[in-house]
């Protein structure tokens, strides 16, 4: 029912206007003098070294997409986790989730032992 | 609540476990064994892919039992199965000196060909639409790879891309078709859909256009014209054993779902999709005729020469009746023979010393009846089988295809077909006369040519003669495969 | 309710938007981005009809296809990357070696 939903509209939106608050009256009453230093990009206390905007090393994709894979194949033990109480006989759920968890298992084997996991 | 798990019978589908678990034991073996060695992983898939050959030959004793409404062992299944171990056992053949000389990572090669073999066998025994997408994606994912595989090779990178992005544009039109029948026939088994479309009378709009949209995903894997776009550009780009495989096995796997889907699960809308058929037969072959005559390319000619023939096979299926269908089974069979035969003639002219166009052109064949008669014997044969000249296989498929179309009262499908065989015999009787008739290039010496390669060649043009002198007993067996699917 | 012709209408919007995405489209990450649209809007169609029906293979049909197309994405983006390492663009218009 929508009505179920009334606290948490109302907690969005209470979380909507105190951020709100929170960006504009600094920028509506502080005091600005901008210099060069305050301009700069925050980086954890860092000086900056070059523009953000630059390419990132192909290490990244490959461990995005390694990820993508593993991650994506959780989508078939969810509903297995959930109903594995009631599967009859248990042993034999166990058995074929095995075999699915063992055939990625390979895929990892297979990925480290060609060194797809090495940072180089 | 308990769930009591269904019990499988998993004899039923023995041969692709037995290609998938040869696949994962290629790879657990390349990953122990050193680099010199890699060579014998073509045996161990060599031996897996006849080991399936043999279990589909031995389940076939008529009783076609099903997996749960997923996947059937009937003689349709294991007839295609036949024809797909014939393309892979014929690639790996020809892969044996040819990985090595185009530098192909051999562990993933041999994995990805075999995980493609299994989808293609999963795709001709799918009788439920989920299970045809999954195995369709099994055996283009592993072909999306397998294309790409020469990273040497700017070509090999680009055709990937380019089959990638229309066969996953494909996919999605194919998916997209697969959702609307599932919302009017309420179910994804095949079985069920057919029983809706009995019940149901006049069709709905939304279920023809389902059926159209999957025609379109099959058609751009079978390449129908005008999904047949990409087929030239891949062919030619892709490693030519890859290439081998491809034409053959892709396209044996996407008749195979749609003449399941078209003639089992649609078998009574008949009227509403066999005109559609025989239009795109007779423009594919056209099409594909015309663009083959101008190719001096030998990689694109077979290109363009694979999407007449997906022309000429879909007569059959357009027949829509058992004589078309088991023409169609035949056409397929012989096919993998005369089609995979041809391109391993490529690979081993690619060897010739002075070969200037990598043996892909046709100048690259002259005068090879001087110097390699037996290999010049085998083309001439794969050439004029592809033609249609009688008494070789070829001959007898587009027979049988042509003349169940007659049957079907499509005379002029028949007679686009001959009227195409006869253009299609300048471009096939052009590669013979350049090897017979022109002289070759003094710098053309010729290299000793793979055991592997000679044994295939043999092998597949010892079949294409076989099958023209005596077709019987695989007429006999597409007859049986084509009634298991028509069903009696 | 929201009736099912809206989630229909939504899904056939969206395979549409998909399609023309990597037909017009140049830039090789986008042309997956719309094939990954066309594939979500085939699921949002079995969905609607797998709810609507009081049928759950549509729901098993989803789970299959999310995983595929994480698959599929995965070959694509290798492939990409094979080919930029040849030429350095994702413009698939680029890719023009073959041809003829």
Partial sequence: ???????????????????????????????????????????????????????????????????ILFDVEIVFLFPWAVVFRDLAPRWLGLAEAAVFVLILLLGLAYVWKKGGLEWE | MEISLPTFDFLVVAPEIVVLITALLVMVVDMVIGREQKGRLAWVALVGVLAAGALSYYLWDGSDPALHDMLAADGYALFLNLAILVAAALAILFSLEYTGRVGLAQGEYYTLLLLSTAGMMLMAAAINLMTIF?????????????????????????????????????????????????????????????????????PSA????????????????????????????????????????????????????????????????????????????????????????????????????????????????????????????????????MNAGAFAIIIAAGRFEGATGGGETLDDFAGLAARKPGLAVAMALFMLSLAG????????????????????????????GVVNSVISAYYYLRVVVSMYMR?????????????????????????????????????????????????? | MVPASYYLILSAILFTVGAVGVLIRRNALVVFMSVEMMLNAANLTLLTYSRFLGDVQGQVFVLLVIAVAAAEVAVGLAIVVALFRHEATTDVDEANLLHG
């Fill in chain 1, 1 to 67: 029912m929508p009505a179920d939903y009334l606290p948490i509209l109302f907690f969005a939106v209470v979380a909507v206007v105190l951020s709100a608050i929170a960006v504009l009256m600094p920028a509506l009453f502080g005091p600005k003098r901008p210099t060069s230093v305050k301009l700069a990009p925050y980086e954890s206390g860092k000086l900056p070294i070059g523009p953000a905007r630059r390419r990132f090393s192909i290490q990244y994709y490959l461990y995005a997409v390694l990820f």
């Fill in chain 2, 206 to 337: 939304l279920l023809l256009v389902g059926l159209g949209l999957m025609i379109a995903g099959f058609g751009f894997k079978v390449a129908l014209v005008p999904f047949q776009m990409w087929t030239p550009d891949v062919y030619q780009g892709a490693p030519t054993s890859v290439t081998a495989f491809m034409s053959v096995g892709a396209k044996v796997a996407g008749f195979a779902a749609l003449g399941r889907v078209a003639l089992y699960a649609f078998g009574d809308l008949q009227g509403d999709w066999r005109w559609v058929l025989a239009v795109l037969s007779a423009l594919t072959m056209t099409v594909g005729n015309l663009a083959a005559l101008r190719q001096a390319n030998l990689k694109r000619m077979l290109a363009y020469s694979s999407i007449a023939h997906a022309g000429y096979a879909l007569a059959g299926l357009a027949a829509g009746n058992a004589q078309g269908t088991s023409g169609l089974l035949f056409y397929l069979f012989a096919y993998a023979f």
């Fill in chain 2, 439 to 488: 002289e070759g290039r003094p710098a053309a010496v010729p290299a000793p040519v793979c055991a592997g390669l000679q044994v295939g060649v043999a092998l597949a043009a010892v079949a294409i003669v076989l099958l023209g002198l005596w077709p019987g007993p695989i007429v006999d067996l597409a007859r049986v495969a084509a009634l298991a699917l028509l069903g009696g």
């Fill in chain 2, 134 to 202: 999954l195995a369709l994606e099994i055996l283009s994912i592993s072909l999306y790879v397998l294309v790409g595989l020469n990273r040497a090779e700017r070509r090999s990178a680009e055709a990937a891309l380019k089959y990638f992005v229309l066969g996953a544009f494909a996919s999605g039109f194919l998916l997209y078709g697969m959702a609307l029948i599932y919302g009017q026939a309420g179910t994804t088994s095949l079985a069920g859909i057919r029983a809706a479309v009995q019940a149901g009378g006049e």
């Fill in chain 2, 389 to 416: 000249v009688p008494p070789l296989a070829g001959f007898l498929a587009k027979l049988y295809v042509f003349g169940a179309a007659v049957r079907g009262g499509l005379i002029w499908l028949a007679v686009f």
